[in-house]
């Protein structure tokens, strides 16, 4: 089988181009500011698509992924990189994304059987490999230092654990993220992941790490890397369990919806892309909670920033949505010069607004829902209620905008992407039904583990000098 293949990426705003799948994996973010995209979109007619069926997770992703990486990693190499991500050590559940009826023609899609328990390690599990085997082939070795409020800081934790050539700095606002959270982050034995708790806020952890990378010569000097949500590599690795569900349930015979619980549009650009590529989705729903830029832009055509609120479902409480870009790029015909306008006008007023017919062409492409905490407790405890599944806050977000859409086309198979573990949220849980969730045995363990972590002051020069003293620098 071949899919054809497109190994080049341009920023969407037009400033680079002809990059190969690993510069792009490398660098995160295109030098003028834009994020990559391929130049060609691989595609998959009826007859390859056939021929995925049966195909087990690691083999599929072989088929999807191939062609966006190219010559860059050799074909056998590729696989056992697969195959060890997508292998029963990493993930609990053998089928990887397993589907679970809840209705008629609905079906959960279970994203979190990786290590942290969020769909976050279907993308990261593979990027920590993929950089890990690029870095031995040029001999090099990076410092990855991020910030976290809590979930992206365990999943890339443990993303770089196994890692030969990456040092892993995490630093968390002290007594600020949940215990479960910071037990996910301190509880990892290796000898290249470090904890910092910082005397501070999520805010003073950020403008540490903007900080560390504004200092060119310490980026240089301990060859600073970050692993941001916006690498290309995290869209590719997601495309496959869209194809895992669809062809479970009939493509490409038979057309199937998804609804995706949204913050940085990652995730539901990766079912985007899918579609791009062949795959019939026939709805493909954005779901947001209370922060709802992404669904008033679908109403009114305009995007515009406002503050965020803190919700039941914490990991899409955002600002804006910076995968976004990608889509806007595609929606303008890949035109980098209006492109550029557009995000040059957001910096500026925090706003931008699309014509009619931009927006006829963005509704025909996407279905738009909000949910309020309380729609979102009353989802869990109906979920519960009827079909003694418990989903966490944010599947019962996406499972929200979920049933409008299936109001409207009742024939199509609908699947929501459960994207956390419910035991991540035992207090909305408690909240929803009136008791905690099962305790997950993941999560029990790290309970009782020893915590590794450095408190330091809120100060960049004591950061700076932790990390050049630590032992592998
Ligand atoms: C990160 C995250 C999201 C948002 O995903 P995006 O790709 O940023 O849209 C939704 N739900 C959970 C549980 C998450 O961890």
Same mark, same amino acid.
């Given at each position: 089988?071949?899919?054809?293949?497109?190994?080049?990426?341009?920023?969407?705003?037009?400033?680079?181009?002809?990059?190969?799948?690993?510069?792009?994996?490398?660098?995160?973010m295109?030098?003028?500011?834009?994020?990559?995209? %391929?130049?060609?979109?691989?595609?998959?007619? /009826?007859?390859?698509m056939?021929?995925?069926h049966?195909?087990?997770?690691?083999?599929?992703?072989?088929?999807?992924?191939?062609?966006?990486? *190219?010559?860059?990693?050799?074909?056998d190499?590729?696989?056992?990189?697969?195959?060890?991500?997508?292998s *029963?050590?990493?993930?609990?559940?053998?089928?990887?994304? %397993?589907?679970?009826?809840?209705?008629?023609?609905?079906?959960?899609?279970?994203?979190?059987h *990786?290590?942290? $328990?969020?769909?976050?390690?279907?993308?990261?599990?593979?990027?920590?490999?993929?950089?890990?085997?690029?870095?031995? =082939?040029?001999?090099?070795?990076?410092?990855?230092?991020?910030?976290?409020?809590?979930?992206?800081?365990?999943a890339?934790?443990?993303?770089?654990?196994?890692?030969k050539n990456?040092?892993?700095?995490?630093? /968390?606002? =002290?007594?600020?993220?949940?215990?479960?959270?910071?037990?996910?982050?301190?509880?990892?034995?290796?000898?290249?992941? #470090?904890?910092?708790a910082?005397?501070?806020?999520?805010?003073?952890?950020?403008?540490?790490?903007?900080?560390?990378?504004?200092?060119?010569?310490?980026?240089?000097?301990?060859?600073?890397?970050?692993?941001?949500?916006?690498?290309?590599?995290?869209?590719?690795? =997601?495309?496959?369990?869209?194809?895992?569900?669809?062809?479970?349930?009939?493509?490409?015979?038979?057309?199937?919806?998804?609804?995706?619980?949204?913050?940085?549009?990652?995730?539901?650009?990766?079912?985007?892309?899918?579609?791009?590529?062949? $795959?019939?989705?026939?709805?493909?729903?954005?779901?947001?909670?209370?922060?709802?830029?992404?669904?008033? #832009?679908f109403?009114?055509?305009?995007?515009?920033?406002?503050?965020?609120? %803190?919700?039941?479902?914490?990991?899409?409480?955002?600002?804006?949505?910076?995968?976004?870009?990608?889509?806007?790029?595609?929606?303008?015909?890949?035109?980098?010069?209006? $492109?550029?306008?557009?995000?040059?006008?957001?910096?500026?007023?925090?706003?931008?607004?699309?014509?009619?017919?931009?927006?006829?062409?963005?509704?025909?492409?996407?279905?738009?829902k909000?949910?309020?905490?309380?729609?979102?407790?009353?989802?869990?405890?109906?979920?519960? *209620?009827?079909?003694? &599944?418990?989903i966490?806050?944010?599947?019962? @977000?996406?499972?929200?905008?979920?049933?409008?859409?299936?109001?409207?086309?009742?024939t199509?198979?609908?699947?929501?992407?459960?994207?956390?573990?419910? !035991?991540?949220?035992?207090?909305? &849980?408690?909240?929803?039904?009136?008791?905690?969730?099962?305790?997950?045995?993941?999560? !029990?363990? &790290?309970?009782?583990?020893?915590? /590794?972590?450095?408190?330091?002051?809120?100060?960049?020069?004591?950061?700076?000098?932790? @990390?050049?003293?630590?032992?592998? &620098?």
């Amino acid at each position: 089988m071949s899919i054809t293949a497109s190994t080049k990426y341009v920023s969407t705003r037009g400033g680079d181009q002809d990059r190969s799948f690993t510069d792009v994996l490398m660098s995160g973010m295109a030098p003028d500011g834009g994020l990559y995209i %391929p130049d060609v979109w691989p595609s998959v007619d /009826h007859g390859l698509m056939s021929r995925l069926h049966g195909l087990s997770y690691p083999d599929l992703a072989m088929q999807i992924i191939k062609p966006f990486i *190219g010559n860059d990693i050799p074909n056998d190499v590729l696989l056992r990189i697969l195959e060890e991500t997508y292998s *029963g050590d990493n993930f609990t559940h053998t089928a990887m994304a %397993p589907l679970t009826q809840v209705g008629p023609n609905a079906w959960i899609m279970e994203l979190f059987h *990786g290590p942290t $328990l969020s769909f976050k390690d279907y993308a990261l599990q593979l990027l920590g490999r993929l950089f890990d085997y690029v870095l031995e =082939q040029k001999g090099e070795r990076i410092t990855i230092v991020g910030a976290t409020s809590g979930d992206t800081g365990s999943a890339a934790i443990e993303a770089c654990r196994n890692c030969k050539n990456i040092d892993i700095f995490i630093l /968390h606002p =002290q007594g600020r993220t949940s215990e479960v959270q910071r037990r996910q982050m301190t509880t990892v034995e290796a000898p290249n992941v #470090f904890n910092v708790a910082i005397n501070g806020t999520f805010d003073d952890c950020q403008n540490i790490v903007k900080a560390m990378f504004a200092d060119e010569k310490l980026r240089k000097d301990i060859k600073l890397s970050a692993v941001n949500s916006i690498n290309w590599a995290r869209i590719m690795a =997601q495309m496959v369990y869209y194809f895992s569900a669809a062809l479970s349930l009939g493509a490409p015979d038979r057309p199937v919806s998804f609804t995706v619980p949204t913050g940085n549009f990652g995730n539901v650009f990766a079912g985007w892309s899918a579609r791009r590529m062949g $795959l019939p989705i026939h709805k493909l729903g954005i779901a947001t909670n209370r922060n709802d830029i992404l669904t008033r #832009f679908f109403e009114s055509g305009e995007m515009k920033m406002e503050g965020v609120m %803190p919700s039941l479902s914490p990991s899409m409480d955002i600002q804006i949505s910076s995968n976004f870009e990608r889509y806007l790029c595609e929606l303008l015909g890949c035109n980098h010069k209006a $492109l550029g306008g557009y995000m040059g006008e957001f910096k500026a007023s925090q706003s931008f607004k699309l014509d009619a017919e931009k927006m006829a062409k963005a509704n025909s492409e996407f279905v738009a829902k909000r949910c309020s905490d309380l729609e979102t407790m009353d989802m869990i405890k109906t979920c519960y *209620g009827e079909t003694g &599944i418990l989903i966490d806050p944010h599947t019962a @977000v996406a499972m929200h905008g979920a049933m409008d859409i299936m109001a409207q086309d009742p024939t199509v198979p609908m699947v929501v992407l459960a994207c956390a573990h419910p !035991a991540k949220f035992p207090q909305a &849980i408690k909240q929803a039904i009136g008791k905690e969730p099962p305790e997950d045995p993941r999560l !029990a363990a &790290i309970m009782s583990k020893a915590e /590794h972590y450095t408190p330091i002051a809120n100060d960049v020069a004591k950061v700076v000098s932790f @990390v050049k003293n630590s032992p592998n &620098i």
